[in-house]
């Protein structure tokens, strides 16, 4: 009787590589397909999954990143893209593959962790993950004359010129604070760049800064920050805001906690697994474009 076989880091097979591709189109609604033919699916990306008569019917993938916290760098895995085609389910092969990475991979992290759905929040305790609560950083933002906007400009994804610019930055950028950022997610970045956030990226010329971000109504929401140095956000948010901007939400921890006014309370749905004495910090928001 056939067997499934379990396959991990195939990415260049392209009978797997496409199955996998296809069953996360059906799970996600998301082609993995124009990320790996652009160059941004690499190494660090890694599926780990069950096939059967040459389809990936499981998957659980492992992303290899660093998070930067209060300036010290610390080795991370995050898990990512579990699915499992329909006809497959209710047979315990995401939880064979979950103990499959968690051996695995036990000696080569200080953090591992992971960012759940609704629907299966009792699943992850069982291998040792627990949850824990964020908070999302926002500030007011008095009323103000129009800003020159020179040096402003948007950046178009289906250009080739602008997509490897974005790609080169994102391969070369800083940690988007030292407070609580990610490395080495150059990857995952992208990702988004392409199949979320491509309308919202700009470039400012002088501050040599790509700015990843989205007025709705009153409200600036910040997803990014992309910089080869360190910058100024104070200013950055002063030149993005409209002369009706009231508010600025980030999707990261900012490094300048001086410009924060408010912080709340996000369940993001967040499970984190630490090896020894390793302690996941609290009070941070993980940022958005690292979350894989």
């Not at 799970?27 to 033919?37: K, L, S």
């Not at 059967?52 to 290899?64: D, E, F, I, T």
């Not at 103000?144 to 080169?168: K, N």
């Not at 009706?244 to 499970?271: H, Q, S």
Request: net charge negative; glycine share 6%; hydrophobic share 40%.
């Amino acid at each position: 009787m056939q067997e499934m076989i379990y396959a991990k880091g195939y990415r260049h097979d392209e009978t797997l590589r496409k199955s996998f591709c296809a069953l996360a189109n059906a799970t996600f609604g998301i082609d993995f397909e124009e990320w790996y033919q652009k160059g941004f699916w690499n190494e660090r990306y890694i599926p780990h999954s069950f096939v059967w008569q040459g389809q990936v019917v499981a998957n659980v993938s492992v992303n290899l990143l660093s998070l930067v916290i209060n300036g010290e760098k610390k080795k991370a895995i995050q898990i990512g893209t579990v699915m499992t085609h329909p006809d497959y389910r209710r047979q315990g092969l995401s939880a064979r593959l979950m103990n499959q990475i968690v051996e695995e991979y036990e000696n080569e992290y200080e953090i591992m962790y992971l960012f759940a759905n609704e629907s299966v929040m009792d699943f992850y305790p069982r291998f040792g993950f627990r949850r824990v609560e964020e908070l999302q950083f926002s500030a007011d933002i008095k009323p103000r004359p129009a800003v020159d906007q020179t040096g402003l400009r948007q950046l178009e994804i289906s250009r080739h010129e602008d997509l490897d610019f974005i790609a080169r930055f994102a391969s070369q950028r800083r940690p988007v604070s030292q407070r609580f950022g990610t490395e080495d997610s150059a990857g995952i970045f992208m990702f988004y760049a392409l199949y979320v956030y491509g309308q919202d990226l700009y470039y400012l010329e002088e501050e040599d800064v790509i700015v990843m971000y989205r007025h709705e109504n009153e409200c600036l929401h910040m997803y990014d920050l992309v910089s080869k140095k360190e910058v100024d956000l104070k200013a950055i948010v002063e030149k993005l805001a409209s002369v009706d901007t009231t508010k600025v939400v980030f999707y990261f921890t900012p490094e300048d906690e001086g410009i924060v006014t408010d912080r709340t309370a996000w369940d993001n749905g967040l499970f984190v697994r630490v090896n020894g004495d390793q302690l996941y910090p609290v009070k941070v928001n993980h940022p958005l474009t690292s979350i894989a």
